[in-house]
Each structure stands twice: as C-alpha cells, then as structure tokens.
C-alpha cells in the first residue's frame, strides 16, 4: 500500500499551544508504530490557517482522521494515548471474522 492511499492522522498543533506540544512524542510514537497502515501529517494552525478552517478546527490541538479524502473522526484538546487509540480503533481495524 502506498503512503498516499494510507488513512491519514492530521495532528493540528501551534507552537503557542502547550498541550499540543505535549502531545508531540505521543503523535511521533504512533506515526512509528503505525507507519504501514496510517500516514501522520502536523499541520501548524499559525501557519496553515486555511487548513484548519477547511477541517473546522476550533481548539488546538486537535486530530482528524482522514479516510477516502473524508473526514471520519476528529479529536479536539489534549487526548491521550487510550483516545486516540480508541478512535483508530473504531475507523482502521477490520472486525474480527464471525
């Protein structure tokens, strides 16, 4: 599978924000851990304000799942590694066979 056809994990941060920047090793782990099933992208609000009103953000930082060019699931503030999980769960895993 080629990185372009991978869902994709938006990560919307500012380096003004504190709890996005706490959560940065937390979205380093999971791109590492993920990268043949899930691309990772970071995406500075301060920077890429178009973006971030394209996605709707409205609290940094805040994560969009990305599947098909839809948007699936978003998080918004400071989540922690179960939520996150939680969500890739429910979008990326195939259910288990009956």
Partial sequence: ????SLPLLVFFTSHR???ARRMESLLAHIARRERYTLAVKRVDVDER????????VAEVPALALV?????????????TAPKIESMLDVHMREPAPA
């Fill in 67 to 79: 599947k098909e060019k839809r948007v699936v699931a978003t998080l918004e503030g400071r989540a």
């Fill in 17 to 19: 924000s504190g709890p």
């Fill in 1 to 4: 599978m080629s990185q372009d």
């Fill in 49 to 56: 304000p178009d973006l971030a009103e394209r996605f709707r």
